[in-house]
């Protein structure tokens, strides 16, 4: 519903748009969709002159259509692949984590999304040597444990014997953000948005990977109560992820949390409906008592059939 | 600045007029300006005024940080953390097996819930915590002072008096033992006075006065830049009884727990909690949980259950960033929080004092 403005196009001026209000024509909907010929009889204004703006406007708001086969090849060029680091997880999401899609993981709290997330962000970033950028919301990113697991991924493959210096390197590809309120989070998008669409050459490299941990912590405060504006924010920041995972081929994964609708009911995922149409892929963590073993199933994914699971072990 | 206006911090209100205006992006409304925004959206100049202002605090909060200037966002490479996470300090708990699984001791910057039936020694713990974060830096502690938010009323001084004292008791011996002159001098600030007189106390009746405690936290904590612990002893008792809407409740339990995760980063502090058990009624069986609801379990980093084993108290680290899950016991004497003693009292090689209550660390530093 954009409102018609003096420089939305060369040919649309202050008096075109007053004469244009005075007969109920505000926005370009109004305007394009209207007859030309009738318009410039009541406004006095030149046809050629609307038919022109018209194209120009045409052009500018809508959206084009392209064919499938166009749609397949830029999609066999533009996608990737990521190995998650656990070859398990990587069977169950079909050999890995997509760009251009939203995947989210779910648990209870202690199942393990962290330690998931810290594993993915060091396989992307040794294995890769991509960029990744971490989005830290909990206050549960630790240094320390990320180092372990390099170490541990580096011990595995043994032709990185030939940079000793591999462990450092890869935490430098990894950035860290913390952001611990909605307009933050926002906030931190937009930038990141900013940067990648101006291609500033700086640390931050060739970016594959962003990880928000977790969603639910900045959505939960806004939402419940009488107040309502917390599923505007929340489809917002749905939007700001799905779009910057589709336009700059990145890898989203989101953790979200687990709820019960009673004390006795199935765990079931927190943040409710409208959420759940946001990812594409949806893991589901379960702990098991005492062993640092946790299953995974697939509660929802566009190209295995949902229910299969796998064990990880996330020690 | 392609900000679009819905994810601009105005009210909500307002947002949605600016909607309905057609405003689609922050560039807009900057161009626009007050009069022209006031009367396209209808409202007063002065509320025009003030949205513009909050929307350029913005923008231009995005420009200076995107020229290279990091101060205010909290953004860094993990290599950077975890140099950080390497020089930080660790509270100790005198008991050297929660220690242990802790991976050295309550973190800072973190938030530790402790949850447990009642009187299995949760405020005990955070009574000895008060105590200890202000073992000086040479002894291995932090230095720092204690910020105790007390809901339920269970805080004695003179429990606090008889830890404080023994864990001056302790590091006098310790300086005894090692004869080093730096030890000696920090022992001349660490009295039983001074402990008490670090540890800030503030009663909280009902879940207002906490919300309000909470939110006027940070600015005490700027004042007072050396606080290393925020205890919250009960932050169930609050919430738990006089609560008829429910997703009010989890709304606001997870206002309070973003707050407190910004004030332990920011001031780089320990921020532990202590929660009370409630009783899950299964199909067979009945487990004992912890209260607050299932999203109430992802607010803290770190969670820790006590429960009681027949007569032996035993510690699990359910929830944690970096550490395995474990089990250990500990003992609760007249001089604090301590470990069990085990059945034989094994001669320890550095050949100190024979002082069963001397922590095993000590050894280390010897060195």
Known sequence: MVVLRAGLCPGLTEDMIQLLRANGIRTVVDFVSSDLEGVAQKCSLSYKALVAVRRVLLAQFSAFPANGADLYEELKSSTAILPTGSPSLDQLLDSGLYTGEVTELMGAPGSGKTQVCLSMAASVSLGLKQHVLFLDSTGGFTASRLYQMLRAQTEDEEEQASSPGAGPFALQRIQVVRVFNIYELLRALQELRDRLSQQVVSSMGPLKMVLLDSVSAVIYPLLGGRQSEGLALMMQLSRELKTLAREFSLAVVVTNQVTRDNSTGPLKPALGRSWSFVPSTRVLLESKEGTTHRAASLAKSPRQPTGIQVELDIG | ?367
């Open chain 2, 1 to 367: 600045m392609q900000r679009e206006v819905g994810t601009l911090p105005l009210a909500p209100a307002l947002r949605a007029r600016l909607a309905a205006a057609g405003f689609q992006t922050a560039q807009e409304l900057l161009d626009t300006g007050p009069c022209g925004l006031s009367k396209e959206v209808g409202i007063s100049r002065e509320e025009a005024l003030e949205a513009l202002q909050v929307v350029r605090q913005e923008c231009h909060g995005d420009a200076a940080r995107t020229a290279g200037r990091s101060g205010a966002t909290r953004k860094c490479t993990a290599l950077e953390l975890l140099e950080e996470e390497q020089t930080q300090g660790f509270i100790i708990t005198f008991c050297s097996a929660l220690d242990n699984i802790l991976g050295g001791g309550v973190q800072l910057t973190k938030i530790t819930e402790i949850c447990g039936a009642p009187g299995v020694g949760k405020t005990q713990l955070c009574m000895q915590l008060a105590v200890d974060v202000q073992i000086p830096e040479c002894f291995g502690g932090v230095a720092g002072e204690a910020v105790f938010i007390d809901t339920e009323g269970s805080f004695m001084v003179d429990r606090v008096v008889d830890i404080a004292a023994a864990c001056v008791q302790h590091c006098h011996l310790i300086a005894e033992a090692q004869q080093e002159e730096d030890l000696r001098k920090a022992l001349e600030t660490f009295s039983l006075e001074n402990i008490l007189s670090h540890i800030y106390y503030f009663r909280c009746r009902d879940y207002t006065e906490l919300l309000a405690q909470v939110y006027l936290l940070p600015e005490f904590l700027s004042e007072h830049s050396k606080v290393r612990l925020v205890v919250i002893d009960g932050i169930a008792f609050p919430f738990r009884h006089d609560f008829e809407d429910l997703s009010l409740r989890t709304r606001l339990l997870n206002g309070l727990a973003q707050q407190l995760i910004i004030i332990a980063n920011d001031h780089r502090s320990a921020v532990v909690l202590t929660n009370q058990m409630t009783t899950r009624i299964g199909q067979s069986q009945s487990t004992l949980v912890p209260a607050l609801g299932e999203s109430w379990g992802h607010a803290a980093t770190v969670r820790l259950i006590f429960h009681w084993d027949n007569s032996q108290r035993l510690a699990t680290l359910y929830k944690s960033p970096s550490q395995k899950e474990s089990t250990i016991a500990y003992h609760i004497t007249s001089h604090g929080f301590r470990d069990v003693q085990p059945p034989a009292v094994t001669q320890s090689s550095g050949g100190t004092e024979l002082n069963p209550r001397k922590r095993p660390r000590t050894e280390e530093e010897k060195q």
